[in-house]
């Protein structure tokens, strides 16, 4: 057992465990219910300490101020690496009372929403708790999202007002943000009356009088204290929009009481938080990662964190590590992508900087290949860090399935572990559950608290995604197997299994074959169809630096996977690829991989989430030789 828990598969049992954990918040009214739920189509409802009161952005802040108010609850490390600022509890309860009054001064109430377009500085969650201490629910757009897909989430979710900055940056680059607004707004019938703009390069942007404000000369009008709006815990915290991965991106609703319970819950447990730790997780709070894991969970908790305003490959590819020296960061929570982009850059990056701080180490987001996994716990970790391979979704609030931080026997590429009170399933193509080893559809049988409580004005949509597949359970859209020692493996997206001569493949596997070999960086494996053997493999590739592409190579990367997973999964084909097309928090999108394979460019369906639109084009160029 990896987390200590009571038998917890009796609704009582669990009810009485959560409601013993609804005490880690201060409750205006605290709940004497824990869950009233059901899966069912006839009576469908998902709700947690009903009865309570609360507002989230005091968890965040007040109740840390007689105690612990002098404490570092950021570490702002600028895109410049010159730039630095430590910023305390007290004065990011004052930025935040400041920004909730300016809101509410300009008739910004209870219930409204309102869009956050911010770059990677304090501001963002200052504006995020600004919404929540004044009722108002929050939907904050990833800034490097365009000027449509901003204008297609602001609409959707009917903002009244929008948050944003002057310019971002990013590396040698500024991202235009308040422009991008001006571009969206004048797409909408019915745009926001109100956008405040946040100074944060100082350059000149236009304004739109009677609309536009700026947030220097608003924040010292404003009194430095804000009244927190009491809020019943099933009233929405925010909207947040899904990677969009798969389709079109979905309007995920949480609530507040649940979901403060849970974000503070898992951070504590799965990264066994200590008061003196330096936490850093390098999501961007456009993604549900920054929500739960850099402000809810880590503020809930009073954490010291980093926050990092650029990006991983600037001014060089040292940048993640020397911010780790410079912070003596302890506990580092990274995704996939980036440490693969690192692995590529070569070690000496690394192992320039003093890593003796770091003592636990995450990964989120994509199943990790055990190759970087490795890389990550030898390089990085040297060997001394556990890994937290945490796997979650942006409809499940916090993490649902992960090792440990305390188990030093941790497998590569293995989720592992269910927190306590989550009650995870595997189940076959019929919903008829699965006993012992074996590989099955990832449902979970019962609710829990950080659960997504709707998708934004489609019920009908929640419903039928999550819960019509296999009825009274919410499926996840993930396989997993489980092990002989009852330990969860993510195996991917089950739309991407593979069919090939009968033989069910995860494209995981195949790609973590691939990436193990001494040239590979990356590899997205799809099926297409094939005439013999009902779907035949195909295999994007990119190399690592400096190595030149060659259809020997190719060959012998197809014997490479034939050796290390058996005759079955030899690739029909292997394209040696510049890039991968990618979301914007860097997943790969294998449905966009799987129409070139499958020789149909004119459905790559929508995307607008896609980070560099011109790999698509040299992957459509490369696929023509397999016409
Ligand atoms: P969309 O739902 O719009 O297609 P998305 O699923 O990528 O986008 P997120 O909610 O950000 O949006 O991602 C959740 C998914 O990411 C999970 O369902 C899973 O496929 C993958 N994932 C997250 N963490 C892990 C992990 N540790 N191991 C394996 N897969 C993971
Ligand atoms: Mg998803």
């Known amino acids: ?21 609804a005490k880690r918040l201060t409750w205006m009214e605290a709940p004497t219910v824990a869950s009233d739920v059901s899966f069912e189509r006839d009576d469908f409802r998902i709700k947690w300490f009903e009865d309570g009161v609360l507002n989230a952005s005091v968890q965040c802040l007040d109740r840390h101020l007689a105690e612990r108010g002098d404490k570092t609850a950021f570490i702002f490390e600028g895109n410049d690496p010159s730039a630095c600022e430590r910023i305390s509890y007290r004065l990011a309860h004052e930025e935040v009372c400041r920004m909730a009054n300016v809101l509410k001064s300009r008739g910004v109430g209870k219930g409204d929403r309102v869009v956050l377009y911010m770059p990677m500085v304090p501001e963002a969650a200052y504006a995020m708790l600004a919404c929540a201490r004044i009722g108002a629910v929050h939907s904050v757009v990833f800034g490097g999202f365009s000027p449509d897909a901003l204008a297609s989430r602001i609409e959707d979710c009917g903002a009244t007002a929008i948050i944003t900055a002057d310019e971002g940056r990013r590396g040698a680059k500024a991202i235009p943000l308040k422009a991008n607004v001006d571009l969206a707004l004048e797409r909408l019938a019915q745009p926001p009356k109100l956008v405040l703009t946040i100074e944060v390069t100082g350059a000149q942007v236009p304004l739109t009088p009677g609309r536009d404000i700026l947030w220097s000369e608003e924040r010292d009008e404003v009194a430095p204290t804000c009244d927190p709006e009491p809020m019943a815990a099933e009233d929405p915290l925010f909207i947040l929009y899904t990677s969009g991965s798969t389709g079109k991106p979905k309007g995920v609703v949480h609530t507040t009481g649940g979901y403060m319970v849970y974000a503070s819950f898992t951070h504590e447990k799965v990264f066994a938080l200590q008061t003196d730790d330096v936490f850093w997780c390098t999501a961007d709070v456009g993604w549900i990662t920054g929500h739960s894991y850099i402000v809810y969970g880590p503020m809930a908790n009073g954490a010291t964190q980093v926050l990092f305003e650029g990006v991983p490959s600037w001014p060089d590819a040292g940048r993640m590590w020397e911010v780790v020296a410079k912070h003596r960061v302890s506990i580092l929570y990274t995704a996939p992508t980036a440490i693969r982009a690192a692995m590529r850059e070569g070690d000496e990056f690394v192992t320039e900087h003093d890593r003796s701080s770091l003592r636990l180490l995450g990964s989120v987001g994509e199943p990790i290949n055990p190759e970087a996994w490795r890389w990550y ?59 012992g080893a074996v590989d099955g559809n990832l449902v979970l049988t019962t609710s829990w608290p950080g659960q997504a409580r709707g998708v934004w004005g489609d019920e009908q949509r929640f419903f039928d995604t999550y819960f019509s597949t296999y009825p009274g359970t919410y499926f996840t859209g993930d396989g997993a197997r489980r092990d002989e020692d009852g330990d969860y493996w993510i195996t991917g997206r089950v739309d991407d299994v593979l069919n090939v001569s009968g033989h069910r493949m995860g494209t995981a596997e195949i790609e973590s074959a691939l990436v193990a070999h001494a040239s590979v960086a990356e590899a997205a494996v799809v099926g297409y169809p094939h005439d013999i053997k009902g779907q035949g493999v195909h295999c994007y590739v990119t190399l690592k630096q400096g190595i030149e592409a060659s259809d020997a190579l190719a060959t012998e990367l197809r014997g490479h996977v034939r050796n290390e997973i058996g005759p079955v999964a030899t690739p029909d084909r292997v394209q040696l690829s510049p890039g991968l097309p990618k979301t914007r928090s860097g997943k790969i999108m294998r449905r966009i991989l799987r129409k070139i394979a499958e020789g149909q460019p004119d459905q790559l369906g929508d995307t607008s989430t896609l980070s560099e639109p011109l790999v698509v084009e040299s992957l459509l160029k490369g696929a023509e030789k397999f016409a």
């Open 1 to 21: 057992m990896a987390y200590d828990a009571a038998n917890l598969s009796e609704k009582s049992a669990l009810d009485a465990f959560w409601l013993e954990e």
């Open 377 to 435: 716990h030898d390089v990085v970790g040297e060997g001394r860090c556990p890994i937290v391979d945490t796997w979650w979704q942006t409809e499940t609030g916090g993490i649902l399935i992960s090792p440990s931080a305390k188990s030093s026997d941790n497998k590569p590429g293995a989720a592992t572990t269910p927190l306590p009170g989550v009650l995870p399933a595997l189940v076959d193509n019929e919903g008829k559950p699965l006993d």
